[in-house]
């Protein structure tokens, strides 16, 4: 089993940049492929980017394509997901989510942190 805790939500403007952090429990976290995942009020929530355990796939929503890039260490159990060129349609509660099979843009993860919150003024 594995716990996520994300961080790195806030405030910004349109144009800025954010990097949001989930870190992982245990010592498999290699094993896990990771997923941003993102809920506007009154949305359902949607796929942002994942990554697999070796960053070697990294899918992307088409609303972000460009402006965010997901990464991974390993060594320190998290991932991140900088977010640049913020717009105000970006502003949502963003969850990271795992999983040891490869779910990619499916919301069928195992594992769920609790959401960061993220708002872009315009």
């Known amino acids: 089993q594995v716990q996520l805790v994300e961080s790195g939500g806030g405030l910004a403007q349109a144009g800025g940049s954010l990097r949001l952090s989930c870190a992982a429990s245990g010592r498999t976290f290699s094993s896990y492929n990771m997923g941003w995942f993102r809920q506007a009020p009154g949305k359902e929530r949607e796929f942002v980017a994942a990554?697999?355990?070796?960053?070697?796939?990294?899918p992307y929503a088409n609303s972000v394509k460009g402006r965010f890039t997901i990464s991974r260490d390993n060594a320190k159990n998290t991932v991140y997901l900088q977010m640049n060129s913020l717009k105000p349609e970006d502003s949502a509660v963003y969850y990271c989510a795992a999983d040891l099979r490869w779910i990619g843009a499916r919301s069928t993860y195992d594992y769920w942190g609790q959401g960061t919150q993220v708002t872009v003024s315009s």
């Open positions: 990554i697999d355990g070796n960053s070697y796939i990294t």
